[in-house]
Every structure is written in C-alpha cells, then in structure tokens.
C-alpha cells in the first residue's frame, strides 16, 4: 500500500533526515509585503470591473439611442415616400415584382413507377 503523504515514508537510513535541509525562514515583513500586494492586485482588479461595468452601461444607453433614432428616421423616410408617391402622379406605381411560376415542389413516386 502507498503512503499517502511524503512525510509518512520511512527514510531508508537515519542520516537522511539529519542532512535534510530546512526551508530558509523569511525575512522580516517578507509575509506583510505579499499579503499588501494582494491587497493591492485585488483593488485594482476591482477598479477595472466597476470602470469596465460603467462603460458598459453607457455604451448601452448609446445603443439604445442610435437604434431609436434608426427607426424614427426609416419611419420618416416611409412618410415622406408615400408624400412623393401621392404628389407625383407621373412617376410609375410600384408593382409588386411578379411571382416566379409555380413548380412542382413533391412528385409522388406512383407517378415515377408509370
């Protein structure tokens, strides 16, 4: 059966253990230093995503703008067509394009077999 942690292994012989070197401790404030750059990172990631999300928010108020100014105008363009239309006896109606001759979409097979 396999040990399931390195310190629970046997060292083959007793000198081994004596000869292991032991991590260096860390100097003064060296812990202090990591944790306020910790600090420090999570700010700046939380500045970004409040400065991104109000971005965001305004680029959609924008949107939301253009695309009702989009639609007003198309509306216009529409009024101001069919003005033309009813001032303009002489320009020609607008037909509608003629329909594609029908073709037969399903032959059933019986038909084939004759």
Do not use: C
């Not at 230093?33 to 939380?46: F, M, N, P, Y």
């Not at 363009?77 to 006896?89: F, M």
């Not at 509608?96 to 001759?101: E, H, N, S, T, V």
Request: charged share 30%.
């Amino acid at each position: 059966m396999t040990p399931l942690y390195a310190a629970d292994k046997v060292p083959r012989n007793a000198g081994a253990a004596r000869r292991r070197r032991h991590p260096r401790p860390r100097g003064r404030g060296a812990g202090k230093r990591a944790d306020v750059l910790l600090w420090i990172v999570t700010i700046a990631a939380l500045i970004a995503a409040i400065a991104a999300n109000a971005r965001a928010r305004r680029l959609s108020r924008r949107v939301d703008q253009l695309t009702q100014q989009y639609w007003e105008l198309r509306y216009r363009v529409g009024e101001l067509r069919a003005d033309v239309d009813r001032l303009d006896p002489e320009s020609p109606a607008k037909e509608p394009p003629p329909a594609p001759p029908a073709t037969p979409s399903f032959i059933p097979l019986s038909s084939l077999k004759r």
